[in-house]
C-alpha cells in the first residue's frame, strides 16, 4: 500500500518524474477500489498481484442442477454475467454424459469417467447380474472410479463438500468428515447456507482451507421438473442461483480471495418440456412382439429392458436379437403411434458417441427416446404435463453452463463446447495433482487454462 513520508512537505525534492509515477498509481489505486466494490464487469481489477491472499490453488466446485444453457438470458443474472465477462466459459454450453440424469453426470464430473465407467449408469437401475437394486445407495461398491475430493485428500490436500451425489461415500483417505462434509443430503438445508458454510471455511488459517470446495444447488432443476423449461418459476429459481452466486462472490470479496479462487459454475444437465403429451405406448407394440412387464426397468427419457428368458430357453441372445427386430419393425412400421421417436438397440450396438455399453449394470437392450417424448406400458395412466432430462446428450436442450473464474482461466474467453468428463483433469491440473485414469483429454487442460505461474492477463 501507499506509504506517505511524514514529511511537512510531501513532495519537496521528487523528481518530477516519481510524482507523475504516483499520480498514476493514485488513479489505478482508485480505480480498483472502485470496481471491487461493484458487481459490474469491468476492464479494470486489480493487478493479481496485489491482493494476492492466498498462497496455494484452491477449486470451488459449484453444480446449479438443471441449469439448461441459455437460462442466464432469461433474467438478469449480474453476477453469473461477471464470472463470465471475467472468466472462462463454454460458449454453447456444457455436454452432459449419456444418460442426462442428475447422478451420472455429477459423477462424471467429478471422476472425469463415462457412467458405464464409474458404475453409476442411472439415478435407479437393477443390476442385471446379481439382481442388487440400485437407488442412490451410499455403498461405495456401487461408486467405481476416483472422485476429485478422493484425488485430493489421497495427495494429501484437503477436500470439503457442501454436498456432492457421491461425496458422502467414503473412499480411499476420503471418510467424509464431520464438518467438511454435510451428509446426509437435506433437500430443506436452505441454499444460503450452504453458501455460508463454504464461505466459513475461508475463514480457518491457511493451511486448513480446504483445497477442493464442492458446492450443490438443488435449483433450477426441482421447479424444471415439476412446471417444464418454460415456465415463469424457472426464471425466478434462476434469479436465485444468480443470487447464490452473488453471495459466493461478495462473501469471498469480504475476505479478499475472490481474485484467487478458482470458482467454476457448471450443471449437470438442461431440461425439456414433456407437455406436448408425445407418447410411445409399449403395448401398441403387442401386434409384433409382447414385451413382459416385469422385464421393462425404465421406460423413459431411456427405455431399459433386461429380458429374463426361462430355462428352457436355449439360445437367449437369439432371442433378444428377435426381440429387438420385432421391436424396431413395430415402431418403423407406420402404425405406432410416435413410433419413428423411439429406437431399441442391444447395447454394444448403441451409437459409440454414448459410451454405454462397457458396463455388466448396463441392461442388454437400450432404447433411445426422442426429445422430450414419454415411454409407457399403455393409456390407463394419467396424462402429466412436467420438464424432463435423461435424453441423448446430443440434443441442446440438454446441454448445461460452464464458467471458470480465477488465476487460471483467461478473462473473457470463449472456448467451444466441451463434455463434462473433461472437468475431471482442469481441477486437477489447477491442484497441481496427478490425475486417476479417466475418460478426459490430458491436452484439453492446455486449450482451458493459462499455464502454471503464468500471470493472468488484464
Ligand atoms: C434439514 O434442514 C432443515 C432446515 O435447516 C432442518 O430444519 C431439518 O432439521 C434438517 N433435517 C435433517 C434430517 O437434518
Ligand atoms: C398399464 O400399465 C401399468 C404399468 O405401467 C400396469 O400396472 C397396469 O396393469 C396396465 N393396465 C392395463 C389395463 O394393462
Ligand atoms: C475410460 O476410462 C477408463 C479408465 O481409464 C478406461 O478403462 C476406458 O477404456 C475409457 N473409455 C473410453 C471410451 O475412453
Ligand atoms: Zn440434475
Not at 438478469?76 to 442428475?102: C, K, Y
Not at 470439503?160 to 461415500?169: D, H, L, R
Request: contains cysteine; hydrophobic residues 35%.
Amino acid at each position: 500500500m501507499v506509504k506517505s513520508k511524514p514529511s511537512q512537505s510531501p513532495f519537496s525534492g521528487y523528481p518530477v518524474y516519481k510524482l507523475f509515477l504516483i499520480l498514476i498509481y493514485l488513479i489505478v489505486l482508485v480505480e480498483a477500489v472502485t470496481v471491487s466494490g461493484s458487481d459490474s464487469p469491468s476492464p479494470y481489477a486489480w493487478p493479481s498481484h496485489a491482493s494476492k491472499k492466498l498462497n496455494k490453488p484452491v477449486v470451488l466446485l459449484i453444480s446449479s442442477d438443471g441449469f439448461r444453457f441459455g437460462y442466464q438470458f432469461k433474467t438478469e443474472t449480474p453476477n453469473i454475467d461477471l464470472l463470465i465477462s471475467r472468466g472462462t466459459e463454454a460458449q454453447t454450453g456444457l455436454i452432459p454424459v449419456f444418460p442426462t440424469m442428475t447422478f451420472p453426470n455429477h459423477y462424471s464430473i467429478a471422476t472425469g469417467l463415462y457412467p458405464a465407467y464409474h458404475g453409476i449408469i442411472m439415478n435407479k437401475f437393477t443390476d442385471p447380474i446379481t439382481g442388487e437394486f440400485y437407488n442412490k445407495n451410499l455403498d461405495p461398491k456401487w461408486w467405481l472410479g476416483e472422485p476429485l475430493w478422493v484425488t485430493a485428500v489421497n495427495q494429501g490436500l484437503k477436500a470439503a463438500t457442501v454436498y456432492w451425489p457421491g461425496s458422502e461415500v467414503p473412499k480411499g483417505s476420503w471418510t467424509c468428515p464431520t464438518g467438511f462434509c454435510k451428509a446426509p443430503y437435506n433437500v430443506s438445508f436452505p441454499l444460503e447456507e450452504r453458501v455460508d458454510t463454504i464461505l466459513s471455511y475461508f475463514d480457518l488459517p491457511e493451511s486448513e482451507i480446504p483445497d477442493f470446495m464442492t458446492l450443490y444447488l438443488d435449483e433450477p432443476d426441482i421447479q424444471g421438473h415439476k412446471y417444464g423449461p418454460d415456465d415463469p418459476r424457472i426464471t425466478e429459481a434462476v434469479a436465485k442461483v444468480d443470487k447464490m452466486i452473488g453471495r459466493v462472490i461478495k462473501g469471498l470479496k469480504k475476505r479478499k480471495v475472490f481474485s484467487d479462487v478458482h470458482v467454476i459454475l457448471l450443471g449437470d444437465h438442461g431440461m425439456v418440456t414433456n407437455c406436448d403429451k408425445k407418447v410411445i405406448y409399449i403395448d401398441d407394440l403387442a401386434d409384433w412382439i409382447k414385451v413382459p412387464v416385469d422385464w421393462i426397468q425404465a421406460y423413459f427419457p431411456v427405455l431399459a429392458i433386461n429380458p429374463r428368458w426361462g430355462k428352457d430357453v436355449e439360445n437367449p441372445d437369439e432371442k433378444n436379437m428377435e426381440l429387438v427386430a420385432k421391436m424396431n419393425e413395430a415402431l418403423s412400421s407406420g402404425k405406432v403411434e410416435n413410433g419413428e421417436f423411439l429406437k431399441v438397440y442391444f447395447k454394444e450396438k448403441l451409437p459409440k458417441r454414448l459410451h454405454y455399453s462397457e458396463s455388466s449394470r448396463i441392461p442388454p437392450i437400450i432404447g433411445m427416446v426422442g426429445e422430450g417424448l414419454m415411454v409407457k406400458q399403455n393409456r390407463t395412466n394419467v396424462q402429466e404435463c412436467f420438464g424432463n432430462h435423461g435424453y441423448d446428450n446430443m440434443f441442446f436442450s440438454m446441454r448445461s453452463i460452464f464458467i471458470g473464474h480465477g488465476p487460471r482461466f483467461r478473462r473473457g474467453k470463449k472456448v467451444p463446447s466441451f463434455e463434462n468428463v473433461q472437468v475431471y483433469n482442469v481441477v486437477v491440473e489447477i491442484l497441481g495433482l496427478r490425475p486417476a485414469p479417466n475418460n478426459g483429454s490430458s491436452l484439453f487442460t492446455q486449450s482451458i487454462l493459462l499455464p502454471f505461474g503464468a500471470t493472468r492477463e488484464t
